[in-house]
């Protein structure tokens, strides 16, 4: 998948930089994009970090529109062909209930860096020792989990291709992407050694939803 690129003026809401004319954007009611902005004051996320959070929650608010906006714009951007994978997700973006947004949390968010980090370093991939990891915060949540993507830095392609899911048969990653229930959430985008740059996303479900 190639990466999203735009000549379009921007600004900032926030510290979430969106496109400003002609943009999907323009399409989303205020109230909404606020609401997805989740991240806006939080400290310890980068710029990047905070708009995958932002992207996330718009799919998660508005899936049709989501679909409608800002996937369009990415898949006929970037030329991305119709398959199955495509096909599915606009099909459950389409009937996605309104799902409540993501909110940003330190503890789950120093499990993504260490583990970003050290795949960066050693140019692993996956989810090695998930159970290790999760281990001290897991009793504070539901469930947990965990996306990671590879080869990507610019938030939407990140969101756009976890949500794709292209080559995973189960879509795993949609399906932590778009689970219900109220979750918070920790995104860290490193260095990769072999991949240029990963990102991990993990979740962690709030109990008494």
């Known amino acids: 998948m190639k990466l999203f690129t735009s000549l379009f003026l921007f600004f900032l809401i926030g ?63 970037a030329n991305i062909k119709n398959n199955s994978y495509l096909i599915s997700l606009k099909k459950d973006l389409g009937n996605l209930s309104e799902l409540p947004v993501l ?50 830095k610019d938030p939407l392609a990140i969101v756009i291709d976890l949500l794709i899911d292209e080559g995973i048969a189960d879509t795993a990653h949609r399906k932590i992407m778009l689970k219900k229930g109220k979750w918070d959430v920790a995104v860290s985008i490193k260095a990769h050694k072999k991949y240029r740059v990963n990102s991990v996303l993990d979740v962690g479900e709030v109990k008494g939803n």
């Open 103 to 152: 909110n940003p949390n330190k503890e789950l968010s120093n499990i993504a860096q260490l583990h970003a980090q050290k795949m960066g370093e050693s140019g692993a991939m996956g989810h090695g020792d998930f159970t290790k990891r999760f281990k001290d915060i897991k009793p504070k949540y539901k469930s947990v989990g965990e996306c990671c993507q590879y080869g990507f």
């Open 15 to 77: 510290n979430v930089v969106l496109l400003q004319a002609q943009s999907p954007i323009d399409k989303w009611s205020k109230q909404d994009l606020e609401e997805a902005n989740t991240a806006k004051d939080v400290s310890y996320l980068s710029p990047q970090e905070k708009q995958v959070i932002f992207y996330w929650n718009l799919a998660r608010i508005n899936g049709k529109l989501f679909s409608e906006t800002f996937l369009k714009h990415y898949v006929d951007s």
